[in-house]
């Protein structure tokens, strides 16, 4: 039952592993195309920042946190940084761009994806 087995069936396998092959790329109607989206970060607006979604900013790695601006000006904290972002941030020179995609003025809050 070993190699002849193999040989015997090899042509049903190849077949039965090609029906499959065709039903996994066939769209149905629960299918979901995958997207890629960026790593996204949580960031603490200071009093007063305005930004907009669409806003590039730039992030900044200091010694004691992790600073947002636009242009020259400070406008939030990342607070609680993951250690992936840390790495990342550190390898890259200390700096990365983002853009706003979503702010809650209520919370005083931004939602950036960094690239």
């Known amino acids: 039952m070993g190699i002849e087995f193999l040989t015997r069936t090899r042509t049903t ?14 769209p149905d ?12 970060a949580m960031i603490s607006l200071q009093q007063g920042a305005d ?11 200091s010694k004691a946190s992790i600073t947002v601006r636009r242009d020259n000006n400070v406008v939030g904290v990342y607070d609680n ?3 992936e ?5 550190s ?4 700096t990365a761009g983002g853009v706003v995609r979503r702010v809650m ?11």
Do not use: M, W, Y
Not at 51 to 61: A, C, F, H, P
């Open 13 to 26: 396998i190849r077949k039965h592993i090609d029906r499959k092959r065709v039903e996994l790329a066939t």
């Open 29 to 40: 109607l629960f299918t979901q195309q995958p997207t890629d989206q960026p790593r996204c």
């Open 51 to 61: 930004v907009k979604e669409g806003d590039r900013l730039i992030i900044e790695l």
């Open 81 to 83: 940084p993951n250690s």
């Open 85 to 89: 972002v840390l790495a990342n941030l």
């Open 91 to 94: 390898n890259s020179g200390g």
């Open 105 to 115: 003025k209520l919370s005083g809050k931004a939602e950036v994806s960094l690239c």
